[in-house]
């Protein structure tokens, strides 16, 4: 009986794996491993940021390059529409896991921009509480920059607060407050180490080959998390008695589902992604969770009282 068990186990982990794409067999290859400068000259540092995490993460390595001499550029993919990577020497990417994965926002704006054959490519992701896929959603990060020509000599995953907001709202704070204290200046330093590490995987041309890990995480990344979620929100709208005007929720909604004008959020659309309701300084993004009242991440730090600590200034 004990034999036959263990024989259905590995045939049901023999289907997951062909089913999940993009695991460790589909893990995209470098082209080329010749580099177009062994001392890099310029640096292009980007992320996709929703709450500051990882935003936070990228000026840290932005910052670490410049001391390094580099002439650095760097911001949200939202914030560099236009910007052509091809003549920079390295280029940094960052994200967040969303639903288990690289946001689709940042997986299409890498798949758009020009070839960058060459360029030394690292890829990081932050991620919240004990994490889930975080490894992953880096080499995602990475292996679209492979696929672009970009040679890869880093990656890297930091941990700070889960910013999924049913979770305090539906009463399981402790759960997020078991993280209150990241990232921490500890994170920030390793956060510096990772640049500095890159750096010298460039002088002395150590490059990696991604692999991605196969584990339950990856599994989870192929069902229907998104449209899942969406089936547990109510109410998703503006109140215009609230709303201030400030427009960081459309800013920060990756398919332009939120329309301050009409208070109305194109639920269809949205793809709950909680930018609009972490980010709204007044509160006027109402949302119901399982029937619960969604608060907002800023929101949540106020109400107990936390706040984010920023690098110390000699880190970097």
């Known amino acids: 009986m004990e034999n036959r068990r263990s024989f259905l186990k590995k045939c049901m982990t023999a289907c997951a794996v062909m089913s999940v794409p993009g695991c460790v067999t589909g893990s995209v290859r470098p082209r080329s491993l010749v ?29 670490v390059l410049e001391k390094n001499g580099l002439a650095v550029i760097s911001g949200d993919v939202r914030e560099l529409k236009g910007m052509s990577m091809a003549d920079f020497d390295l280029v940094v990417a960052g994200s967040p896991v969303h639903y288990y994965d690289a946001p689709e926002y940042l997986k299409s704006w890498i798949a758009g921009v020009d070839r960058i054959d060459g360029a030394a490519v690292a890829a990081y992701s932050s991620f919240g509480g004990p994490g889930n896929n975080q ?18 000599v880093g990656i890297r995953s930091f941990g700070n607060m889960s910013t999924f907001a049913p979770t305090w709202s539906m009463g399981n704070e402790a759960r997020i407050l078991k993280y209150r204290h990241l990232p921490d200046q500890e994170t920030y330093h390793t956060v510096a180490r990772f640049a500095s590490d890159v750096l010298e995987g460039i002088k002395t041309a150590q490059f990696i080959e ?107």
């Open 135 to 152: 490894y992953n959603t880096a080499c995602t990060v990475l292996q679209g920059l492979i696929e672009k020509g970009g040679v890869p």
């Open 35 to 63: 580099l177009k400068s062994r001392q890099p000259k310029t640096a292009l540092v980007f992320w996709y940021s929703q709450t500051g995490h990882t935003k936070r993460y990228g000026k840290v390595i932005a910052r």
């Open 210 to 316: 991604p692999d991605k890990e196969f584990g339950l995480d990856e599994i989870m990344r192929s069902f229907p998390m998104v449209s899942g979620t969406k089936l547990m929100v109510g109410t998703h709208t503006i109140n215009p008695t609230l709303c201030a005007g400030c427009g960081i929720c459309v800013d920060k909604c990756p398919v332009g589902a939120v329309n301050p004008e009409t208070a109305s959020v194109n639920t269809d659309d949205c793809i709950v992604c909680m930018g609009c309701v972490n980010n709204c300084p007044e509160g006027a993004v109402s949302m119901t969770f399982m029937g619960k009242k969604v608060v907002g991440f800023f929101i949540f730090l106020k109400q107990q009282g936390i706040e984010i600590k920023a690098p110390d200034t000699s880190i970097g």
